[in-house]
């Protein structure tokens, strides 16, 4: 548990610069957002000397967001949705992206420095993922809410600025799978084949939107939760993105995420994308 304070308030205190009255909004009514991105590489050889490898790779997201800002309450649902495959001469098509990530918070606006909310959120993936050895045919390892991690949690957050929000609440966090409960073991259980795995704890949520230059945005968001049976055991999922827009078509995203899930493996599991495609908002 002290681990888990030590770096939620770390976080905060990081992040937090601005006054809090920056944070004051009176703009009431729906607010909407939707940007659709594709990306695409690709490259081919034909007799060429020093040799390669013919290659294609695509990425297709949605990232959106829908606010009500009413004078007493905040009703703010975020979603992004993202798949991409990578094709290899002489392989099969591999997937490269997968993710379904939908989140809906409720905030009630007390007039102080925190305020109390409630808050649910989604997090799955839209096909099967598989394993690759170096001998052998491929292996399924996941697949479509299979494992689906669901999370409901209550607490008090603090918005000290337009661009940077925290939260610290109880949470319950549930586990679903169907032909890989791997994802839902409990810890220290060998040949535990629960399909269902529900975990009650402490969560903290911290988001940053720093527009670095006029056309450019960092964004960065740390998911923390301590279980209350295994407060050593915390989850992390942290992901942030640098985005450059190029023109009103195009742009260019650095993307990093860190998971790291001691249930699922003794090491943060590091994912990290560079690309330049287009990108457009819908709405």
Do not use: C
């Amino acid at each position: 548990m002290r681990r888990f304070i030590l770096l939620s308030a770390f976080t905060s205190l990081l992040l937090s610069y601005q006054p809090l009255a920056q944070a004051q909004d009176t703009t009431y009514g729906w607010r909407h957002s939707l940007i659709a991105s594709l990306n695409l590489a690709q490259v081919s050889f034909s007799h060429w000397a020093p040799g390669g490898t013919d290659a294609f790779s695509y990425v297709a997201s949605i990232n959106g967001k829908s606010e009500k800002n009413a004078p007493m309450t905040n009703w703010a649902t975020s979603y992004k949705l993202a798949f991409g495959q990578t094709k290899l001469d002489g392989q099969d098509t591999r997937k490269g992206d997968d993710e379904i990530n939908i989140e809906s918070m409720l905030t009630y606006k007390l007039g102080v420095h925190v305020n109390p909310y409630a808050a649910a959120s989604l997090r799955t993936q839209f096909a099967t993922g598989y394993q690759y050895p170096d001998s052998g045919a491929r292996v399924a390892v996941s697949d479509l809410f299979d494992p689906a991690y669901i999370m409901q949690s209550a607490g008090v957050g603090w918005k000290p600025s337009a661009i940077f929000q925290t939260r610290v609440g109880l949470a319950l966090r549930e586990i679903f799978t169907n032909h890989y409960p791997q994802y839902a073991a409990e810890p220290l259980e060998a040949g535990s084949n629960k399909a269902t795995r529900i975990q009650g704890g402490a969560e903290s949520v911290s988001e940053l939107q720093l527009p670095v230059d006029d056309n450019v945005l960092f964004r960065a968001k740390l998911d923390l939760f301590s279980p209350f049976k295994t407060m050593d055991r915390l989850v992390m999922h942290a992901e942030s993105s640098l985005i450059a827009k190029v023109s009103k078509v195009f742009s260019a995203e650095l993307t990093a995420l860190f998971v790291n899930d001691p249930d699922l493996s003794p090491f943060t599991q590091i994912k990290q994308g560079l690309s330049l495609g287009i990108s457009y908002a819908v709405l």
